[in-house]
């Protein structure tokens, strides 16, 4: 077996294994990819190469946040949480009275939120946003003194924060986390937080592989066309069967991590439904065209807002004492 100790950044052992599985997995997509451009349409070569191209600078910018610093990733995840609310708030209709509440949602409370996990205190960082963050917004509605709008306005800069600044802030507190059970144990918060977004984004990789391939049966016509049983099916034994794979990353016996891969998988699969729901309101294909192939950041995440904040609870119920041995303030 090859020794990964030490041999880039500060990546724990188990997660060299995966980073050379995951680029062994993308050269090997995009040598497929090549040797089939003439078989392909025109479009969707174009869309497969764009989707590759795009997945080699989000696996290299992970490897080298999540390899560098606790306080670099957790950074990264703020940027992250600050440009979905970008495009979400641009694509939704506000009022100009809204324009306060807008401020603070945008700048103010992810900024303060982000700032509780960097200091890893556990108790504002559960209560910060869906208490003092829920409660400041109609406050700053108000001061706009017009009540037209008022309910719809609160909502939708409601549901904004708790999809993108609090489901995503869960994937930033796992990096606070350090050992479960045994210092020397090979896994900790940082493959956790690994493993969440290997098996959710591996789950829409092969739905989207065995939609394009063998997607007959529609789930959702009218909400996202693209989404198939065969699809789901597929994608989701895959990401289980990875999920057990590299079940190293975790604590989990073989059967959780069964039972935990299936968790993620059908919570993003839900994620994904509800963005795909909203964009069909809003009259969006994409919630914008940072990511060549996928769209937005939040066409990238949709299925990791409803997945991180499940698995990270998950975690803290079955396995709470691993919050007790970080140094976290209560």
């Not at 309910?151 to 993108?164: D, E, K, N, Q, T």
Request: aromatic fraction near 18%; proline fraction near 4%.
């Amino acid at each position: 077996m090859v020794d990964f100790k030490g041999t880039f950044l500060n990546l724990p052992e188990a997660a060299l294994r995966l980073l050379v599985f995951v680029l062994l997995f993308l050269s090997g997509a995009t040598v497929v990819v090549f040797l089939l451009r003439g078989l392909l349409p025109g479009n969707l070569y174009r869309e497969l190469m764009d989707r590759i191209k795009t997945w080699w600078v989000i696996v290299g910018i992970l490897t080298l946040t999540i390899g560098l610093s606790r306080g670099l990733t957790i950074l990264l995840f703020w940027f992250i949480s600050f440009w979905a609310l970008k495009e979400y708030f641009t694509a939704i209709r506000t009022r100009p009275e809204d324009h306060l509440a807008l401020f603070v949602a945008f700048f103010v409370i992810p900024t303060l939120q982000y700032l509780w996990i960097w200091s890893q205190w556990y108790i504002m960082f559960l209560i910060f946003v869906p208490v003092y963050g829920f409660l400041s917004i109609p406050f700053f509605l108000l001061i706009s003194r017009n009540p037209r709008g008022f309910i719809m306005s609160a909502a939708r800069i409601h549901w904004g924060l708790m999809a993108f600044v609090y489901g995503i802030g869960h994937m930033a507190y796992l990096v606070n986390l350090h050992h479960l059970h045994d210092p020397n144990a090979p896994y900790s918060g940082i493959t956790l937080l690994i493993y969440l977004i290997f098996v959710a984004e591996i789950s829409d990789v092969f739905q989207y592989i065995f939609g394009k391939l063998f997607g007959r049966h529609r789930i959702w016509p009218s909400i996202s066309p693209g989404k198939t049983w065969e699809g789901l099916v597929g994608g989701g034994i895959s990401a289980i069967l990875f999920g057990y794979l590299f079940r190293f990353l975790t604590p989990f016996s073989q059967l959780e991590s069964i039972l935990v891969s299936l968790l993620i998988v059908a919570m993003g699969f839900i994620g994904g439904g509800v963005m795909s729901a909203v964009k069909r309101d809003l009259g969006k294909k994409d919630f914008g065209y940072i990511l060549p192939g996928h769209g937005g950041i939040i066409d990238r995440i949709d299925s990791l807002c409803w997945a991180a904040p499940i698995y990270f609870h998950y975690i803290a119920y079955f396995h709470g004492h691993y919050l007790l041995i970080t140094g976290a303030r209560s």
